[in-house]
Every structure is written in structure tokens, then in C-alpha cells.
């Protein structure tokens, strides 16, 4: 089957993009851009066009922090008990689980992911989360403390704190996993009483749009959660906003570092998820086996399109070529093809743009001597397709070991001694994740305190829960997603002190 005639039969099976050119969604409806400007939605695995949103400018977004603000202060949202958030975010739990196939579909369309992945992770995953954020409405709280202020002599004191919403939250989130991260940044603001207003990536807008629509039926009131679709126009506007309170990000860390000296400008709160360059670190006793099946699963899921994937392996040179000799094989053996095809196990990056670029990072580390036991070209003719891609022979002075390249693109390197290994696990800008591949429990608890990133795994990698806190350290960011930590973000902490 051609792809671009199978791009139009998942068209006409998606019904939200029967009209196929959307606006902003601000105080619950639809609306034009204010500067008519249009960005195109590319099908990667054909490059079709599929659909088109607006480009918005700062007028966009004054409008939609502004429907933000009023929801915040006066609407039915803002006298909303916690009670009624909760049960209004669980049924959007149960509209997102009951569109899953439109959900998938459409983040398979926009983004070229297969649509199993979309379906288990961007949607399942997605419900799950939002029932458990649910939950946290009702369950922020403060403390009551017993104070010892000295004067004047004789008084007395009741004193307490209270966790309040920290007001408007400005989400912007990434293409990789479009309608996850948006919910990761959604669901806790609006469990804590915030307002939200969500740019999500030019390349993956429809989800976010569909989300909005059905978290308006599930009842959540207008300008609650607003979208507004565009580029860094858009982007730069909502982070310099004075309306704005908070800003939660995810992305590249060239951008974070640029939202956050916005913030700190205007001294809003704010929350960062940015690169990594994780490293998987198996020792002399891990099961070859295993940890070869982990390094593919690490670094090939979503076409290496994970700010957590396991992009840097070090095995310990008694296991290092039947280590990387496996992944290589499993790496041969992947079926590539449209995230449509239920057999394909590699999809399309995501854009031609980013083929570009991980193209350039494989042709750079070519050229400066690494060698590709797999992969290291284009995958077919037409299409965002990449050979997933594993080099040795790299040394950490490479381009290709230094930046994220964000694709399937693996470096293996061989290690002597653990300490080393350690050494070059973090000798890195980035520390988001890690993994560690031993059966030694001993050797894994000494190391797992000296390996500076926000998660480690121990024989597993890639793995999230609703109430384990996400984030990184070093350039991976600030704050946390996930968990207590992230809802407990979109709050202050008032202290009360009252005479008695």
C-alpha cells in the first residue's frame, strides 16, 4: 500500500480532522488567529499535509491568558470544590480512554509513532495519570504548627500553613510525546485550582486541541484550559506574559535556559524538563542477555525520541562484544514502516527537519572515525525513516557522545574498571537518567548515590509511574513532573500566624 493512500484512509477514520484546519481553543470554543497565520501538519511517514493551525502571535496569547485569569478569579472553576476537580478530571480520564483509538491514530498522524506505542503510553498511560492526579485535589494540605514567639510576654498564637494555586500556568510541551507531556503539566495544575494555558509543539498541535474539547465535556469550565498553537512567536509571548504565574516547559536545553532567565526576569515560578544524554552502565556479572535487550528497548523506543533514552552504553570489555554484537543484531532485524503498519517495530522521526539533523550527527561521527556496525543511513527513498544506528569506536570527545541526538542512534563503549565507568557516566552537562545492569546488589547500591541524574533504573530503563517524580539535574532541568512533587509545584505555601 502506498503511504500517502494510507495517510488518507486514517484521515477519513479520525473525525476530528474532518474540517482539517483548526484555531486556538480559548474560553472553551474555537477561535481564528488574530494574524491569520497558518502552520502546516505533516503525516512524517508520507509528508503529507494533514492538517493546519494557526501561528499565533501575542494578541493570541493575551487572549487566552486573559480567558486564564478570569477563570482563575471569578467562574464556576475558581468556586469549584475540590471534590468536584476530582471527579471532573476523572471523567476526563474516561473520555481519553474512551477515544483512544482517535487519540492514538491522531498522535501516530502527526508524529509518525507507531500507533501501539500512542496507544499503550500516550493515551493508557495518559488516563492513568490523569485519574491519579484526580486524586490529589483533595488531598493537598498544610500543616499546623506550634509556635514559640517570645513577645509579647504572655501572648498567644495559632499557627498554620496552606497550600493555594499558584495562579495562570503557561505549559509548553514537546513533540515526542504530545498528549502525555501536555497531561503531565495539565492534570496536577488543574488538581491544585490553577488555570492553564498549553502551546504545544508546531509539529504535534491536533492532540492537544482534541484534549480541549474533551475536558470542557468532561466539565471542566471554559478558560480553565486554553490552547494556543504556534511556534516561539507564541512561546516567547506566554513565558514573558505578566498574567502568568508559572511556567512548566519541556524541551530542548538551549530553550529552557532562555525560558528560565525570562522568569527569573519577572520572578515567575517555573519548571524545567530538558535534554539528556543517559548512560546504561552494565557490569561484568549482568546477564548479557537482558542487558543487550535493554539497550534496544533504551535506546530504539519511539525512534530514540526519548529525553530519557539510553543513548551512551558502557559494558564492561568482558561482555562488550556480545553486548553490542546482540543490540546490533536486534538493531538489524527491525521492521521499518509507518506507525499505521501494526508489524512495523521503527517508525518516522518526526519531521524532515529532524531527519536533517540526526542525519548530521551519523555523517559527522562517520567522519571523525567512529564505525557504524549497523545502520548510519536513511531507511527508505521517501519518508522520515532511519536505519537505527549503533557505533563503536567512539571516543567521549565526539559530537555524537557529547549532544543529544535525540533518534536511534546508539554509542557503545567498552569500560575496565567501575569506577571509570562511573566517571564517564557522568561526565556529561546533562543528568536526567540512568540505568545500571548488574545482579551485584551490592555494587548497584554503592553506585547508584555517585551517578548525578534525577532516575536511575537497575536492569530495566525507560520506565515511569504516575508517583515516582520525573526530572533532572544538572542542565536536565529544575523541578519535577510526576508524583506529589509536580501537583505540589503548581502551589504557594501560605503561612498563617493569628493571635488568640
Same mark, same amino acid.
Given at each position: 500500500?502506498?503511504?500517502? $493512500?494510507?495517510?488518507?484512509?486514517?484521515?477519513?477514520?479520525?473525525?476530528?480532522?474532518?474540517?482539517?484546519?483548526?484555531?486556538?481553543?480559548?474560553?472553551?470554543?474555537?477561535? #481564528?488567529?488574530?494574524?491569520?497565520?497558518?502552520?502546516?501538519?505533516?503525516?512524517?511517514?508520507?509528508?503529507?499535509?494533514?492538517? $493546519?493551525?494557526?501561528?499565533?502571535?501575542?494578541?493570541?496569547?493575551?487572549?487566552?491568558?486573559?480567558?486564564?485569569?478570569?477563570? +482563575?478569579? $471569578?467562574?464556576?472553576?475558581?468556586?469549584?470544590?475540590?471534590?468536584?476537580?476530582?471527579?471532573?478530571?476523572?471523567?476526563?480520564?474516561?473520555?481519553?480512554?474512551?477515544?483512544?483509538? #482517535?487519540?492514538?491514530?491522531?498522535?501516530?498522524?502527526?508524529?509518525?509513532?507507531?500507533?501501539?506505542?500512542?496507544?499503550?503510553?500516550?493515551?493508557?498511560?495518559?488516563?492513568?495519570?490523569?485519574?491519579?492526579?484526580? %486524586?490529589?485535589?483533595?488531598?493537598?494540605?498544610?500543616?499546623?504548627?506550634?509556635?514559640?514567639?517570645?513577645?509579647?510576654?504572655?501572648?498567644?498564637?495559632?499557627?498554620?500553613?496552606?497550600?493555594?494555586?499558584?495562579?495562570?500556568?503557561?505549559?509548553?510541551?514537546?513533540?515526542?510525546?504530545?498528549?502525555?507531556?501536555?497531561?503531565?503539566?495539565?492534570?496536577?495544575?488543574?488538581?491544585?485550582?490553577?488555570?492553564?494555558?498549553?502551546?504545544?509543539?508546531?509539529?504535534?498541535?491536533?492532540?492537544? +486541541?482534541?484534549?480541549?474539547?474533551?475536558? +470542557?465535556?468532561?466539565?471542566?469550565?471554559? %478558560?480553565?484550559?486554553?490552547?494556543?498553537?504556534?511556534?516561539?512567536?507564541? %512561546?516567547?509571548?506566554?513565558?514573558?506574559?505578566?498574567?502568568?504565574?508559572?511556567?512548566?516547559?519541556?524541551?530542548?536545553?538551549?530553550?529552557?535556559?532562555?525560558?528560565?532567565?525570562?522568569?527569573?526576569?519577572?520572578?515567575?515560578?517555573?519548571?524545567?524538563?530538558?535534554?539528556?544524554?543517559?548512560?546504561?552502565?552494565?557490569?561484568?556479572? *549482568?546477564?548479557?542477555? *537482558?542487558?543487550?535487550?535493554?539497550?534496544?528497548?533504551?535506546?530504539?523506543?519511539?525512534?530514540?525520541?526519548?529525553?530519557?533514552?539510553?543513548?551512551?552504553?558502557?559494558?564492561?570489555?568482558?561482555?562488550?562484544?556480545?553486548?553490542?554484537?546482540?543490540?546490533?543484531?536486534?538493531?538489524?532485524?527491525?521492521?521499518?514502516?509507518?506507525?499505521?503498519?501494526?508489524?512495523?517495530?521503527?517508525?518516522?522521526?518526526?519531521?524532515?527537519?529532524?531527519?536533517?539533523?540526526?542525519?548530521?550527527?551519523?555523517?559527522?561521527?562517520?567522519? #571523525?572515525?567512529?564505525?557504524?556496525?549497523?545502520?548510519?543511513?536513511?531507511?527508505?527513498?521517501?519518508?522520515?525513516?532511519?536505519?537505527?544506528?549503533?557505533?563503536?569506536?567512539?571516543?567521549?570527545?565526539?559530537?555524537?557522545?557529547?549532544?543529544?541526538?535525540?533518534?536511534?542512534?546508539?554509542?557503545?563503549?567498552?569500560?575496565?574498571?567501575?569506577?571509570?565507568?562511573?566517571?564517564?557516566?557522568?561526565?556529561?552537562?546533562?543528568?536526567?537518567?540512568?540505568?545500571?545492569?548488574?545482579?551485584?546488589?551490592?555494587?548497584?547500591?554503592?553506585?547508584?548515590?555517585?551517578?548525578?541524574?534525577?532516575?536511575?533504573?537497575?536492569?530495566?530503563?525507560?520506565?515511569?509511574?504516575?508517583? +515516582?517524580?520525573?526530572? %533532572?539535574?544538572?542542565?536536565?532541568?529544575?523541578?519535577?513532573?510526576?508524583?506529589?512533587?509536580?501537583?505540589?509545584?503548581?502551589? #504557594?505555601?501560605?503561612?498563617?500566624?493569628?493571635?488568640?
Amino acid at each position: 500500500m502506498n503511504p500517502k $493512500d494510507l495517510s488518507q484512509q486514517e484521515l477519513a477514520r479520525i473525525s476530528f480532522l474532518s474540517r482539517r484546519s483548526f484555531g486556538n481553543f480559548i474560553d472553551g470554543e474555537f477561535r #481564528e488567529s488574530r494574524s491569520g497565520k497558518r502552520i502546516d501538519v505533516v503525516d512524517p511517514a508520507s509528508e503529507m499535509i494533514v492538517a $493546519d493551525t494557526p501561528d499565533s502571535d501575542q494578541g493570541d496569547v493575551d487572549a487566552a491568558v486573559a480567558a486564564a485569569r478570569r477563570a +482563575l478569579e $471569578d467562574s464556576a472553576w475558581s468556586r469549584m470544590r475540590p471534590a468536584d476537580r476530582e471527579r471532573a478530571l476523572f471523567r476526563l480520564s474516561q473520555l481519553i480512554e474512551e477515544h483512544a483509538d #482517535e487519540l492514538s491514530a491522531m498522535e501516530t498522524l502527526q508524529s509518525g509513532k507507531l500507533q501501539g506505542v500512542a496507544r499503550m503510553i500516550d493515551v493508557g498511560f495518559s488516563a492513568e495519570f490523569v485519574r491519579y492526579m484526580a %486524586g490529589w485535589a483533595t488531598k493537598l494540605e498544610g500543616s499546623t504548627l506550634q509556635p514559640s514567639i517570645p513577645f509579647p510576654p504572655g501572648a498567644r498564637y495559632h499557627t498554620y500553613t496552606q497550600r493555594e494555586p499558584v495562579g495562570v500556568v503557561g505549559a509548553i510541551v514537546p513533540w515526542n510525546f504530545p498528549l502525555a507531556i501536555a497531561l503531565w503539566k495539565i492534570a496536577p495544575a488543574l488538581a491544585a485550582g490553577c488555570t492553564v494555558v498549553l502551546k504545544p509543539s508546531p509539529e504535534t498541535p491536533l492532540t492537544a +486541541l482534541r484534549l480541549a474539547a474533551l475536558a +470542557l465535556e468532561a466539565g471542566i469550565p471554559a %478558560g480553565a484550559l486554553n490552547v494556543v498553537c504556534g511556534g516561539s512567536t507564541a %512561546g516567547a509571548a506566554l513565558c514573558a506574559h505578566p498574567g502568568v504565574d508559572k511556567i512548566s516547559f519541556t524541551g530542548s536545553t538551549q530553550t529552557g535556559r532562555a525560558i528560565g532567565h525570562t522568569a527569573v526576569d519577572r520572578m515567575a515560578r517555573f519548571t524545567l524538563e530538558l535534554g539528556g544524554k543517559s548512560p546504561m552502565i552494565v557490569l561484568p556479572d *549482568a546477564d548479557p542477555v *537482558a542487558a543487550a535487550a535493554g539497550a534496544a528497548m533504551g535506546i530504539f523506543f519511539n525512534q530514540g525520541q526519548v529525553c530519557a533514552a539510553s543513548s551512551r552504553l558502557y559494558v564492561h570489555r568482558s561482555l562488550f562484544d556480545q553486548v553490542v554484537n546482540e543490540v546490533a543484531r536486534q538493531a538489524e532485524g527491525m521492521r521499518i514502516g509507518s506507525g499505521f503498519d501494526a508489524t512495523a517495530q521503527l517508525g518516522p522521526v518526526v519531521s524532515r527537519r529532524h531527519f536533517d539533523r540526526v542525519m548530521g550527527f551519523i555523517d559527522g561521527a562517520l567522519r #571523525e572515525g567512529a564505525t557504524a556496525l549497523t545502520g548510519g543511513e536513511r531507511a527508505r527513498d521517501a519518508g522520515c525513516f532511519i536505519k537505527p544506528t549503533v557505533f563503536v569506536d567512539v571516543n567521549p570527545g565526539m559530537q555524537v557522545v557529547r549532544e543529544e541526538v535525540f533518534g536511534p542512534v546508539l554509542v557503545a563503549m567498552p569500560f575496565d574498571d567501575v569506577e571509570d565507568a562511573i566517571r564517564q557516566a557522568n561526565d556529561t552537562p546533562f543528568g536526567l537518567t540512568a540505568s545500571v545492569w548488574s545482579n551485584n546488589l551490592s555494587a548497584v547500591h554503592r553506585i547508584i548515590p555517585r551517578i548525578k541524574a534525577g532516575t536511575v533504573w537497575v536492569n530495566t530503563h525507560n520506565l515511569l509511574d504516575a508517583n +515516582l517524580p520525573f526530572g %533532572g539535574y544538572k542542565q536536565s532541568g529544575f523541578g519535577r513532573d510526576l508524583g506529589r512533587a509536580a501537583v505540589e509545584s503548581y502551589t #504557594e505555601q501560605k503561612s498563617v500566624c493569628m493571635s488568640i
